[in-house]
């Protein structure tokens, strides 16, 4: 089993800059994917980024070059930079982690909230 704390959300204005972090606790050692979904009511949910244990890292082509996903193993966290941000943005934002073995787990969801 594998808990995910999701924090960092909040309102900002467009162009601005939210760092969104996601804390694993329990079989941490299984873990090797983690990133970060996001979900408008009525949309599915789609992939934002993810990053490997070993560091390799994927974006959805709305977000290259705005939002960066890093990854501290030491600390069981992942976390998402998002620069220049948009009212497109606006979601909430799931974290989720893969272990090795095939599960999935997710976080509970934090908000994000982009004014134009």
């Known amino acids: 089993q594998v808990q995910l704390v999701e924090s960092g959300g909040d309102l900002v204005q467009a162009g601005g800059s939210l760092r969104l972090s996601c804390a694993a606790s329990?079989?941490?050692?299984?873990?090797?994917?983690m990133g970060w979904y996001r979900q408008v009511p009525g949309k599915q949910r789609e992939l934002v980024a993810d990053?490997?244990?070993?560091?390799?890292?994927n974006y959805a082509d709305s977000v290259k070059g705005r939002f960066t996903i890093s990854r501290d193993n030491a600390k069981n966290t992942v976390y998402l930079q998002m620069n220049s941000l948009k009212s497109e943005d606006t979601a909430v934002y799931y974290c989720?982690?893969?272990?090795?073995?095939?599960?999935?787990?997710w976080g509970q969801g934090t908000q994000v909230t982009v004014s134009s």
């Open positions: 989720y982690a893969d272990l090795y073995s095939g599960l999935r787990f």
């Open positions: 329990g079989s941490i050692f299984s873990i090797n994917a």
């Open positions: 990053i490997t244990r070993g560091g390799n890292t």
